[in-house]
């Protein structure tokens, strides 16, 4: 298990990473598990989600360092995120 940053957006999660494992997860098939922690307690959703290619992935992430930054802090990091997934939780 690995932290990710993450934003509920239109009713779906969005997520926002490097070209990694998790997107050649994805690829092999749609099935996520997501756990939110935030001390105790804590969440796990389950759900499918999908390479979003037509977003823009440096707004995604910049949005996503403002979040959990602040907005000064999220708007100077520089884009490097190629891959975006997003996704309801099915339960």
Known sequence: MTPIWYMLEDGKILVNTTTSRKCFNLRQGSRVCLPVDDGYPYVI???R??????????RDIETLAVRYTGEEGGRRRPGNATGRTRGPPSR
Not at 49 to 58: F, W
Request: hydrophobic content about 45%.
């Open 45 to 47: 959703l389950f759900g």
């Open 49 to 58: 989600a999908r390479i979003a290619e037509e977003r823009d992935a440096n």
